[in-house]
Every structure is written in C-alpha cells, then in structure tokens.
C-alpha cells in the first residue's frame, strides 16, 4: 500500500511537471517616433504574448527592463536592442540601429586657396560617409552641405551652402556650433536647436556640431541631420576634419558605430 | 710774296693755337668728396625708408586681398560674396 501511494505520487508529479508548458517568446518588433526635438528616441512595440516584460540594450549592454510596450531611450547609444521575457527565458532582439557614421579623415581647403584641385566643399552621400567637392565645379552645388570659407589665408570658417556664391550653391541652411569640447568621443548628443550659425570660425582641434536643414524650417524629423565635426587640424587653407554623420533624420546622437 | 703771306698767316695762326693754355683738369677736393658722401649716405637712408614703406603697404594689400578677394570662392562659383558673409544663426 505504501509503495502504491509513492508510486501514484511519482506518477502525479511526472504529470506536472510534463505539462509545464514551453514558453516561446516572439521577438518584439521594435519601432520608434523621436521627441525632445532628436534628443529622445521613443522605442514601441507590440505586446508580446506569454512576456512578462521586456529587457532594454543600449550598446549590448541591458540598461532597463520594462513591461509596458514603450521605452524613451535617453542615453545616446550607436545601438539599442528589445528583448521579451518570461521566467528566465528571453527573445530574440529587435534591434535599432542609431549609430553615427563616421568618416576618419578628409581634407577640405578653405575657398582662398589658389589651387584648382583643392576642393573647399563637402557634403553626405546616402549612406552617411562625407566626401569633398570643389565649388568651382557648379555641378556640384547641389551635392554641397558646407564648405569652408577663408576670411584669410590663415582664418577659416564652416558656411552654409546658401551662403556661396551669389545666389548659394543651393537653398540649405546648414548651420554649425562649437561644442566646447575637444574629446570626440566625449560628445554623444548635438545640442538641440538655438546658438547654432553660419559662418562659424574653425578652431584646431575643436569638435562641433553640425544641423543640416535643408528647409531652413526648424527641427524636424523628416530631412534634418545632425552630427558632429572635429577638426583634427588646420594647416593654412588645408582643414582636415574627422566626421561622424547621424543617419536617423532628425536625431541630435552622434554616437559612432 | 703772296705765298709767303700766307705761310706767315698760318704761322702765326699755329703759334697761336699752340699758346693756348691747357684746360684746367677736374680736381675734386677731399671736402667735396665727403660732402658726396655724405649725400650718397642720405639717398641710402632714404631708400631704406622708401623700402620699409613698401614693403608695409606691400602687406596692407596682401592683407586686403586676402580679406576682400581670394576668400571669395573659386570661379565661377558666381562671384562670391566677398571677404565676409551674412551670419546666420538659429
């Protein structure tokens, strides 16, 4: 009789835990709106079933879990990342790429320097990474989002493309501001709208911010790009600039990749 | 007798041109050569001067076009809008 109850009570507790069910975690598919004009990505997502809450990557690094089916990510990161939860078990992650691209090194000569294969312009291709252009060239205007003026052969100066010319090289007005820093690295958000300008005296080893908006409207999500500038040194007309280009429009990060 | 005339004439015409004294030679005393000096010294103190001015007014220009010229950009970028632009800020 007492070997019957053990074995009915075996019995019961094979039952159980056989029946534990195996949860699987969908992976939340993660999307985002910005606030705080570009200082703030606000992440949102479905509700995932079975989830208990949800985990928050910045950088590959869990910063905050959460269970509500949003999160305002305020910590500039190249790379944030949504998890689901349940127990001890987790998703996969949905991730959002807000990295900074980043161009190590290009020359641009400031518009005084005599020589015709200097180019004094330079602006982003799609993907983000800065190449030159002479001005000379007016085919080029258009691709133009500053270029460098000198005031004299040894005082340069970051302008708007609106400002080239005699009518601009085209409508933008691109405007940049000095950080106050000289670490680049240190420099993770552009400031928001409001001290920013153009022409801005360049200084040897200065990091700046720069707002690219191509309507002249104000912030906005739609075609406005930040990012950030360091000169890494200024020889004569020759300014060579270390760049870091901020994909997501309207977004003030300028976290490199 | 005619002749002997004549040879008398030219003669006397040669004893003439031969008395005439030597024209003086140019002497220069040490005094005008040190008042020359002196003057030559002056004109150099002057083209010292004169250079210095211009090499001073050579760099005011240099400055001016550099300020007011070169830093419009490259043709023909249209022209440019000369050494200083309108300042934007926003």
């Not at chain 1, 305020?74 to 691209?101: F, M, R």
């Not at chain 1, 080029?140 to 500053?146: E, F, G, V």
């Not at chain 1, 928001?192 to 153009?198: E, L, R």
Request: proline share 5%; charged share 15%; aromatic share 8%.
């Amino acid at each position: 009789m007492k070997k019957l109850l053990t074995l009915t009570a075996l019995a019961i507790l094979i039952a159980f835990v056989g029946c534990e069910k195996e949860v699987s975690l969908e992976t939340p598919d993660v999307s985002y709106t910005l606030a705080d004009q570009g200082g703030t990505l606000a992440l949102e997502w479905d509700e995932i079933a079975d989830a208990d809450g949800y985990y928050i990557y910045a950088d590959g690094v869990k910063i905050d879990s959460v269970n509500t089916t949003s999160y305002n990510a305020t910590t500039p990161a190249a790379l944030y990342e949504v998890s689901a939860y349940a127990g001890d078990q987790e998703s996969g992650k949905d991730q959002i790429d807000c990295g900074a691209v980043e161009t190590p090194s290009i020359i641009v000569y400031g518009s005084g320097d005599p020589a015709p294969d200097h180019p004094s312009g330079f602006g982003f291709t799609s993907s983000g990474s800065a190449t030159t252009y002479s001005i000379s060239d007016q085919s080029n205007w258009p691709l133009i989002d500053y270029w460098i003026h000198s005031v004299s052969a040894d005082e340069q100066e970051f302008a708007s493309p609106h400002q080239g010319g005699q009518n601009g090289f085209n409508d933008e007005v691109n405007t940049t501001k000095n950080s106050g820093l000289t670490d680049y690295d240190a420099a993770k958000i552009c400031d928001a709208p409001g001290g920013y300008t153009a022409p801005t005296t360049i200084v040897s080893n200065a990091v700046y911010y720069f707002w690219i908006d191509p309507d002249n409207d104000g912030w906005g999500s739609s075609n406005d790009h930040f990012g950030k500038i360091q000169v890494v040194g200024v020889n004569g007309y020759a300014v060579t600039l270390k760049i870091a280009y901020q994909p997501i429009a309207g977004l003030r990060w300028c976290v490199v990749k | 007798m005619k002749k002997l005339a004549t040879l008398l004439i030219i003669a006397i015409a040669l004893a003439v041109i031969g008395c005439q004294p030597q024209q003086q030679q140019n002497v220069v005393t040490t005094e005008q050569l040190d008042a020359v000096k002196a003057e030559i010294s002056a004109l150099k103190a002057q083209v010292t001067n004169l250079q210095t001015a211009l090499d001073s007014l050579t760099a005011n220009y240099n400055a001016h076009l550099d300020k007011y010229h070169k830093s419009m950009p490259k043709p023909p970028s249209g022209g440019g809008t000369g050494g200083g632009l309108k300042p934007i800020q926003k």
